[in-house]
Every structure is written in structure tokens, then in C-alpha cells.
């Protein structure tokens, strides 16, 4: 049987595929994703710390992100919120065992699940904006809810046969969240240096009203300038 080609339609669809039109195979927005698990790695607390992450890597159709944590033990050594979103992401992925087991990386041996690698399951990503130690902006992605892919439905609607609402009250409400720190140069209020042309208290103000200088006010001001400035900088 020969190949057919395929036609087009301008419809809902795709519109919003022209809208992720150039922007690459990455993941960089906020929102709700079904994605397969390309990879889940631990990841161990430095300095003593004795926190513990899993690391995912997700391909969402053709769209990636790598990097994005969960963490479920803190530094204390203490589980946190992050073992309920574990035990929500193996309900979605269909698992009911998490075995870790050692493998050879790209940056010597490391700790993974492989029966959550090759699942699909469901993530909303919040996008974290943030700074680099360089000044410079980044971004991460934060997992705030997990959900069951076809259904989009989070495990307490499931449980309590509840439609699917919540990834979708997600999809409205929440937005990037900016953790990037400030920069001083940026900050308004006082104290902050003014340029030339702003308002505020202690910028220069016209009055329209004023009568303008003459000629001799104008020479006798220039030259009280300039003295003061020679004084304060010999040369």
C-alpha cells in the first residue's frame, strides 16, 4: 500500500501548534504536559546535607525538559511534601514498585528508577525565573501537579469520582514565578539614584510659570559653577 499525503486545515489545533511554531524543542512555558519519563536519577545532598531529588527528563511530544525535581527529603533528613507527589506520579505512570538500582552515567555511577523510565504521565510545570551566580536570568520548572494522562485527572479526583477541574483551574491561575534576585541599580524609592528626567522628591522640577533668567543671571550662575567645580579638582 503507497503512502497518501496527508492535508492541512487551519482549525483550534492548529492554531495553537503555529503558536509553539520556532520555538524549539524545549519545554519553556507554564502549563499542563503529558510527557514520557526519558529519565529519573537521584540526586544526593551535598556538604552534609541529606536531601534527596529525583531529576526527571521529559519528552512531551517532541518538547523536552531536563532538570526538573522533586524533592522528598529534606537536609534534616525528613520526608516532605515531595513523597506525595512520588506516590501521585507512580499512580499516574501505572506503577506500584519503585526499585533504585546503579547504573553507569555520564558523570560516573548514579542511582535510578528504571520502571518509571519509559512511563507517561501527567505534569503541570510551573516556570521558576531565577538568577545565576554570573547575574545573568535563567529559568526551572517547578512540578505542581501531577495527573493521569488521558483523563487529566489528579488522584483525589480520581479517588472521590470528581470531574477533571483542577489541572485546568491550574491552567488559569497560576503563573511564572520570579525568584530572580534584584538588582540594585534597577530599585526605585528613595534613596535610588535619580536620572535627569525623572519625577519624584529631589528631581529638578520646571515651572512652567517661572520667568526665565536673564542674560547676566545665566553668566554669574556658570561662573559660580565652575569655580566650585575647580576648587573641589585641581589640576
Known amino acids: 500500500m503507497m503512502n ?3 492535508a492541512f486545515s487551519w482549525t483550534k489545533e492548529a492554531k495553537e501548534a503555529a503558536l509553539k511554531a520556532g520555538s524549539g524543542a524545549v519545554i519553556s512555558e507554564t502549563g499542563a504536559y503529558e510527557a514520557d519519563i526519558v529519565s529519573a536519577i537521584y540526586e544526593f545532598g551535598k556538604d552534609g546535607s541529606q536531601s534527596q531529588t529525583l531529576l526527571l527528563s521529559l519528552d512531551a511530544d517532541g518538547q523536552k525538559a531536563n532538570f526538573v525535581r522533586i524533592n522528598f527529603i529534606g537536609r534534616d533528613g525528613n520526608q516532605n511534601y515531595g513523597m506525595g507527589t512520588v506516590a501521585a506520579l507512580m499512580w499516574a505512570a501505572n506503577v506500584k514498585d519503585l526499585r533504585p538500582q546503579q547504573r ?4 560516573g555511577t548514579e542511582w535510578f528508577l528504571p520502571d518509571l523510565e519509559g512511563r507517561r504521565a501527567g505534569f503541570f510545570l510551573q516556570k521558576v525565573l531565577t538568577t545565576k551566580q554570573n547575574g545573568s536570568d535563567s529559568y526551572k520548572f517547578e512540578v505542581r501537579h501531577i495527573f493521569q494522562p488521558g483523563t487529566r485527572l ?3 479526583e480520581y479517588s472521590e469520582k470528581a470531574p477533571a477541574e483542577t489541572i485546568a483551574n491550574l491552567e488559569r491561575t497560576v503563573k511564572d514565578k520570579d525568584d530572580r534576585r534584584a538588582h540594585d541599580q534597577n530599585r526605585g524609592g528613595w534613596g535610588a539614584p535619580n536620572s535627569q528626567n525623572s ?7 520646571n515651572d512652567p ?5 536673564s542674560r547676566l543671571q545665566q553668566a554669574m550662575r ?3 559653577q565652575t569655580q566650585e567645580f575647580d576648587d573641589d579638582i585641581p589640576f
Open 4 to 6: 497518501q499525503p496527508i
Open 104 to 107: 553507569n552515567g555520564q558523570d
Open 154 to 156: 489528579t488522584y483525589k
Open 199 to 205: 519625577g519624584g522628591w529631589g528631581a529638578p522640577q
Open 209 to 213: 510659570n517661572a520667568v526665565p533668567d
Open 222 to 224: 556658570q561662573q559660580n
